[in-house]
């Protein structure tokens, strides 16, 4: 079986301030929210071999908040550029591509990426992702590669 954990990053400040869209940072109602998140995922016993996220300031900043409340450490956090303005089908495929040993993957990125890759694996996965939310899919399948919405189960979605 293979876990996944897809995490939206929390509410960042608003786009219009002048600074660049890949540096901007959280808003504290975001720290906030993401350190619920977190705080959740552990109130759940979830447990996470490996996480990878956007290197976008707000979504590193969510996941590191996230693993910090999981025991997770953070040095162990794979930034991946092609996270940053990716596609659902971009995401898939690096998914795809991951090591069989690993079997519970959190990664933390951007809308409207992360809802269309959950709803593009899960069927059951309706709704459109708020910031700071997490939804949890397992899939029947012993390798990343053949990860599909013909083997997956919506195990559950949570906002902060």
């Known amino acids: 079986m293979k876990i996944l954990y897809i995490l939206r990053h ?3 400040s608003p786009k219009n ?5 890949f540096y901007r940072p959280l808003y504290d109602k975001g720290i906030a929210d993401a350190d619920k998140t977190g ?6 016993n979830c447990k996470i071999d ?3 996220s956007s290197p976008a ?3 590193i900043a969510t996941a590191i908040a996230v693993a910090k409340k999981i025991d997770y450490d953070e040095k162990n956090i794979v930034q991946e550029d092609s996270f940053y303005e990716a596609y659902a089908e971009d995401l898939l495929e690096y998914l795809r591509n991951i090591k069989s040993y690993e079997n519970s993957i959190l990664i933390a990125g951007h809308n409207p990426s992360l809802t269309n890759l959950a709803s593009m694996v899960c069927k059951k996965f309706t709704t459109d992702m708020a910031t700071g939310s997490v939804v949890c899919i397992h899939f029947n399948c012993d390798n990343w590669s053949e990860i599909s919405s013909k ?3 919506l195990i559950f979605y949570i906002e902060p």
């Open 57 to 59: 300031s707000r979504a």
């Open 17 to 21: 301030l002048p600074i660049d869209d």
């Open 39 to 44: 705080m959740l995922l552990k109130s759940m």
């Open 50 to 52: 490996k996480i990878i």
């Open 151 to 153: 083997n997956s189960e």
């Open 10 to 12: 929390a509410k960042a």
